[in-house]
């Protein structure tokens, strides 16, 4: 198993940048994919982006596709998502989990961490 912890939320004007983190405990971290979902107040949580457990392969929603980057650094047991060009829709509480391999499909995905709030004012 592995702990996350997500880092990185905070309020930005529309068109800013943000950087989370999501730090992991645990030696198997880097034999995980990783992934970002987010949720909206009254919405389902969302697939966001998600890196192979190497970081050769990327996968991305179509809603923040050449705007968002996911990376992973496995000396460092950490997983970022780097969001560019934030717009008033971003606005969620980010969450982070890992998965045995590759995927989108939340019902995949372990070990949540607790979230980071990001908020893109109107």
């Known amino acids: 198993q592995v702990q996350l912890v997500e880092s990185g939320g905070g309020l930005v004007q529309a068109g800013g940048s943000l950087r989370l983190s999501c730090a992991a405990s645990?030696?198997?971290?880097?034999?995980?994919?990783m992934g970002w979902f987010r949720q909206a107040p009254g919405k389902e949580r969302e697939f966001v982006a998600a890196i192979s457990w190497s970081g050769d392969s990327t996968l991305y929603a179509d809603s923040v596709k050449g705007l968002f980057t996911i990376s992973k650094d496995n000396a460092k047991n950490t997983v970022y998502l780097q969001m560019n060009s934030l717009k008033p829709e971003d606005t969620a509480v980010y969450y982070c989990?890992?998965?045995?391999?590759?995927?989108?499909?939340?019902?995949?995905?372990?070990?949540w961490g607790q979230g980071t709030q990001v908020t893109v004012p109107s």
């Open positions: 989990a890992a998965a045995p391999w590759l995927t989108v499909e939340i019902r995949t995905f372990f070990s």
């Open positions: 645990g030696r198997t971290f880097s034999t995980y994919a």
